[in-house]
């Protein structure tokens, strides 16, 4: 299973305009995401200087030959000091001269780390944000592919786990039969550590699985994804264990016309808040349980597990085709009872296409 060539050309030329559009010099990117993003460098501990007529990837000895086979358009500085923040500045100075606007990214550095940023630069900082991460939010076709490759793998996976039955089973076995089938099936491993929740286990919207053993009775909530050449998948199925009762087949019921009225109102021009997540939540509002939906409906999914754009009643972003995101109402009615829909969609002109395709009808299994 392989995807085509990332555009990291086109990536540093948009971090570039970012920089005019920011009235910055330089940019110092410090988030490994991003770091990834723009130069391709799949290790960790390394930074990038992007300035109009300078690139640079600063790290140590442990990651110089990744660095040449990894990236093509920046300059490799060697890091051999104790500080690989002091050590990027000195660089982006030498290159640039001693006083620049340097914009940094706050939200991926310790306060120290900032302290020592702000003793290294003699020139001013100006936090960009999340300006640089959003660079990622709308996917190239190769990062689209990868995303589906994950969502392909997590959709088998699933499949195989469910499939032995649930019955008896803890939380933890499950979670790690899922482990054990993605490495199987070529995945780099977990998009993050999966959700497993039995019963009223399943109300907890973030469980962590435990020693219990599911009950025949149990609704069985398993929030899961795959990664698959540094992206993610991210999906969640709510399977009866066993058989289910009339009330909750009536929340599942719930939670899946919220799921499709969300689903259906994604598409480019949507507003993650206004529309989709509106859309979503009025159903389960209207059936009485709005009180019950206490997240958001989505988040983008790509380099990382969570990120830009977001879906929710109190943040969203206006939705471009391209983008890849989830829609995952979901109840959760505390000590009896959780159900939680998702699936990981492409944003498209007229609609999105589902990604994550494991059959989202109520499932009963052994």
Known sequence: MTTGTADHAGRLARCRALLEERGL?????TDRYDVRYLSGFRGEDATLIVAPETALIVTDSRFYAQVHEEVAQYELVEHRGTDLLEDTVKAAAERLGGSFTLGYQAGAMTHAEYRGLRRAHRGRLRDV?????????VKEPVEAEAIAAAAALVDLALGVVVGEGLVGRTETEVAWRLVEEYHARGAEGESFEA?????DHGAQGHAIPGERRIRAGELVVIDTGARFDGYCSDITRTFAAGRASKA?????DIVYEA???GVAAVRHGAHGRDDVDAAARAVITAAGHGEEFGHGTGHGVGLEVHEAPFLGSLRGDRLEAGMVCTVEPGIYLEGEVGVRIEDTVLVTMDGCERLTRYPRELQVTD
């Open 248 to 252: 909750h087949r009536r929340i599942y």
């Open 259 to 261: 799921q499709e009225a």
């Open 129 to 137: 944000r999340r300006h640089v991460t959003r660079l990622r939010m």
């Open 25 to 29: 010099e330089a940019v110092l990117v």
């Open 195 to 199: 959700i497993v929740a039995a019963g």
